[in-house]
């Protein structure tokens, strides 16, 4: 069974850099999936950020696109985030989660709340 | 602002339908028939529920069905049942520019 598990600070301070893990089991990164990492503000809704295959092909959300990075190791089997110059509309649940057939998450990590505040 | 239209709530007493519509545009749910539904129960992650516009993953009740027409995609629950009570999401895949969109949410209540 696949499974996912996101890690990294649970507080950013305001212009830094939010980074995130994501720790993949039952499954290997190098196997021909994607990855993504999608977050949900407090009460609101879903937004997809960013996705990965391990052949090295990233893609964007275009409104983040400046921002984010996304990468992978495949010797530790994890995924990385990093939004770099976060302010207060950054503050969300993350999620990492591995794709379906075009549906960014199939199987998802149980997320990890991330507060941009000094 | 959300690139995928969806009603705020909808509601159903136990055993009857309900239906959700995600309204899109050309370039996304016209374009491609890669919609996808998740249901969301709160403080939990997303579950997939509907992915190819009406395909079920393995798990899913067939209770669930999913459908598309222009620009517009359904979700049907039919025989409500009280663990049906969630918010769920549609999402389109908008091509190699815009890739992922998601709707604002329905909140589902089962009356």
């Known amino acids: 069974q696949v499974q996912l598990q996101e890690s990294g600070p649970g507080l950013v301070e305001p212009s830094g850099t939010l980074s995130l893990t994501c720790a993949v089991s039952?499954?290997?990164?190098?196997?021909?999936?994607?990855w993504s990492w999608v977050r949900q503000p407090p009460g609101k809704g879903l937004e997809w950020i960013a996705e990965i295959h391990h052949s090295g092909i990233t893609h964007y959300n275009p409104s983040l696109r400046s921002r984010v990075t996304i990468s992978m190791d495949n010797c530790r089997n994890h995924f990385s985030l990093t939004l770099t110059s976060v302010t207060a509309a950054d503050t969300a649940v993350y999620y990492c989660a591995r794709n379906g057939p075009f549906s960014p998450g199939e199987y998802w990590g149980q997320g990890t709340l991330v507060t941009v505040s000094s | 602002q959300s690139a995928l239209t969806q009603p705020p709530s909808a509601s159903g007493s136990p055993g009857q339908s309900v239906t959700i519509s995600c309204t899109g545009t050309s370039s996304d749910v016209v374009g491609y028939n890669y919609v996808s539904w998740y249901q969301q129960h709160p403080g939990k992650a997303p579950k997939l529920m509907i992915y190819?516009?009406?395909k079920r993953p393995s798990g899913v009740p067939d209770r669930f069905s999913g459908s598309k027409s222009g620009n517009t995609a359904s979700l049907t629950v039919s025989g409500l049942q009280a663990e049906d009570e969630a918010d769920y999401y549609c999402s389109s895949y908008g091509g190699s520019n815009i890739f992922y969109v998601f709707g604002a949410g329905t909140k589902v209540t089962v009356l």
């Open positions: 039952g499954d290997s990164i190098s196997s021909d999936s994607w």
């Open positions: 190819e516009v009406s």
